[in-house]
């Protein structure tokens, strides 16, 4: 499904510069361990706070194109100038969820504010509704994100639920917010 859906595309940047879109292959692998152990590094407000190694990456991206050709994963990256900068996806439930997809979106942070994380978003989710057997869209953020919260809200997400001390974050607990997307 995302195989058909997500065909490769090219957009402009805030700054000039052209970036790709597409979908992530075999050969990414070292591209996505630096991708993921630098979001890691920088202790960006997601759920994974440990370095991977080469050898996960790979078993995780090797399920991650499983997923993709089953057709319950939809899956794109941002190359820019060579380099694998912002990745976006919305990955779906299983059995009595299988109608609910989970959307997730991060960028490196020199490339942030150039509208990466929207273009990316508005691909996906363009795809997320062609993809007829999806039939709601929600992603969680941390209370604190309020950066992400402004894109999520400017892509028509809306607040549905607040989990109390979810997240541990910097030796605290912290808020998690569950956003559906309006259809
Ligand atoms: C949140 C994130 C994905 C935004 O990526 P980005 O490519 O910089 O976003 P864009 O340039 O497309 O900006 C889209 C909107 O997001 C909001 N936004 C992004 N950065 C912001 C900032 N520093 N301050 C305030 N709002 C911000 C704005 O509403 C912005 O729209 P605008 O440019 O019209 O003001 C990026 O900051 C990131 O990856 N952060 C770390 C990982 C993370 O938090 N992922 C989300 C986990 S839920």
């Not at 979908?23 to 991708?35: A, G, S």
């Not at 899956?75 to 009595?96: F, H, M, P, Q, T």
């Not at 490196?108 to 978003?121: E, H, M, P, Y």
């Amino acid at each position: 499904m995302c195989i058909k859906l997500c065909k490769p595309k090219r957009v402009k940047l805030k700054d000039g510069r052209t970036a790709l879109l597409r979908r992530p292959e075999k050969k990414d692998v070292r591209q996505l361990l630096d991708f993921i152990n630098a979001l890691v590094d920088e202790d960006v407000m997601i759920l994974m706070n440990k370095r991977t190694t080469l050898k996960d990456e790979r078993k995780w991206l090797k399920d991650a194109l499983d997923n993709i050709r089953k057709g319950t994963l939809h899956y794109v990256v941002a190359e820019l100038d060579g380099r694998i900068v912002g990745s976006c996806s919305i990955k779906k439930g299983k059995w009595r969820e299988s109608h609910v997809a989970e959307y997730a979106i991060s960028v490196l942070a020199d490339c942030r504010r150039l509208g990466i994380a929207t273009v990316l978003s508005k691909y996906i989710l363009a795809v997320g509704k062609k993809d007829k057997s999806i039939k709601l869209i929600m992603l969680q953020v941390y209370a604190a994100n309020k950066k992400a919260k402004a894109l999520y809200e400017k892509l028509g997400f809306r607040e549905v639920a607040r989990l109390p001390k979810r997240i541990q974050y910097k030796g605290k607990l912290m808020d998690e917010f569950v956003m559906d997307l309006k259809r």
